[in-house]
């Protein structure tokens, strides 16, 4: 059945549930960092998929271990090894420096996992169940009930109440207002090493040095949520990689299998002995040979494809364009973030500035109402860059001075 674009739409807008104010485009096939519609038109693409086609669309070698892993065996379900996890699980490992993995089918559930480590390594040790847990303002950790319990953003959480229970919410990069919330009851600290939905804020190495160590102190497990700056985007391959502070739980999801539906939990070795245990978790599809083939290719091709080198070189660039978009508009207040993981913070709403840039081909997308979220495949180049630079220009030249929107 072929159709016009707007065919496709009005029939997407019957049949699925409305859960999304979508761009009225039919996004149909993608070649390096380029995104072609169902009418042909090209896109520039910024979103990746939201921070996930990190080695761009159409990778030869991702393609083909992808295509002959479905000829050999797609799923198995856990009661069984499969190959393509030990390998994806050893690769993980290494350049995670963690120490045990448990696969997962997205970031959310991820997250629900890191969560039930936490509740049960308090469980062994003093067989209550009234632990607490301590969240971020303005997080975000996915849209099931543990990770919803565990996002700073009331507005996704309230008409779903009640929420899990007995989290508390301080204020990243504010040790003092994380530190005044622990009690004898807190098991673990979770936050973003950089927020994305919330607006792109990272935390500072301070910050977490010394949330890491007030962790050790009281036996709190340390869970970073590197479900969106981690995979590279930061420079790194996982943003705390950046400091010297390692967590005792980490997530991750989005880039890991660039594209097929893949996430993961990992832990120390301490962590995995006085947790979850043989019956206390699990999942069908999770850690299936197929999204585990995929995991394996992508740390292959990160390596093989110096593609954190890449964010490296171009993150720079990338920030000092921004930089000097905002020093020529004064609506825009602010440039934020690591590597190619960057917001522009606007005075306005910028829902219509992205849907301009749809029209003139680049592929944008938001964090908030007032931010405008850059998070590239990380293959993108320098000339990439510029060329995006230039089209949100010319869309910016639209837009009505500071302080005179209506
Ligand atoms: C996207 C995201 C999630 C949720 O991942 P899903 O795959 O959508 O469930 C959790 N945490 C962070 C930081 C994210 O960016």
New binding site residues.
């Given amino acids: 059945m072929e159709m016009t674009m707007q065919g496709y739409i009005e029939e997407a807008e019957k049949d699925l549930l409305h859960a999304y104010n979508r761009y009225q485009i039919v996004l149909d096939r993608g070649d390096g960092v380029y995104l072609y519609d169902t009418d042909g038109k090209k896109y520039l693409d910024f979103c990746a998929g939201?921070?996930v086609f990190a080695l761009g669309y159409g990778n030869r070698e991702y393609n083909d271990a992808l295509k002959s892993q479905i000829d050999k065996i797609i799923h198995t379900s856990n009661y069984y090894y499969n190959v393509p996890a030990v390998q994806a699980a050893r690769k993980l490992k290494a350049a995670s420096g963690m120490d045990r993995v448990f696969f997962t089918n997205?970031?959310?559930?991820?997250?629900e996992g890191a969560l039930k480590a936490a509740r049960k390594y308090a469980y062994l040790k003093d067989g209550c169940t009234d632990h607490e847990i301590i969240a971020m303002n303005h997080?975000?950790?996915?849209?099931?009930f543990g990770?919803l319990s565990v996002t700073g953003n009331p507005k996704y959480r309230e008409p779903f109440e009640p929420m899990i229970g007995h989290v508390k919410f301080g204020e990243l990069n504010d040790f003092e207002s994380v530190e005044a919330l622990v009690t004898d009851k807190t098991c673990a600290v979770i936050l973003?090493t950089v927020?994305?939905?919330g607006g792109l804020h990272p935390a500072s190495g301070e910050f977490l040095r010394r949330v890491r160590k007030l962790c050790r102190e009281k036996d709190i497990l340390m869970i970073l949520?590197?479900?969106?700056?981690g995979m590279g985007r930061t420079g790194y391959l996982y943003a705390w990689q950046r400091y010297d502070v390692k967590p005792d739980l980490m997530?991750t999801?989005?880039a890991l299998g660039c594209g097929v539906?893949v996430?993961a939990f990992l832990m120390t070795e301490h962590v995995a002995r006085h947790s979850l245990a043989a019956g206390d978790h699990g999942t069908t599809y999770g850690g299936n040979p197929l999204v585990c083939a995929a995991v394996e290719k992508v740390l292959d091709l990160f390596e093989k494809g110096h593609i954190i080198d890449n964010v490296r070189e171009v993150g720079p660039y990338l920030e000092k364009r921004l930089d000097e978009l905002k020093d020529r508009y004064g609506f825009i207040l602010e440039r934020r973030g690591l590597g190619l993981m960057q917001g522009l913070v606007f005075d306005r709403p910028v829902r219509e500035i992205i849907d301009r840039a749809l029209e003139r081909g680049l592929i944008l997308i938001n964090a908030g109402t007032q931010i405008i979220r850059f998070v590239p495949p990380l293959v993108i180049t320098k000339e990439n860059v510029d060329e995006m630079i230039s089209i949100l220009d010319t869309c910016l030249k639209d837009e009505a001075p500071a302080g005179r929107q209506d």
């Fill in positions: 939201i921070a997205s970031g959310a559930e991820a997250v997080s975000f950790h996915g849209r099931t990770a973003e927020q994305g939905e949520d590197e479900i969106q700056c997530t999801a989005k539906p996430g």
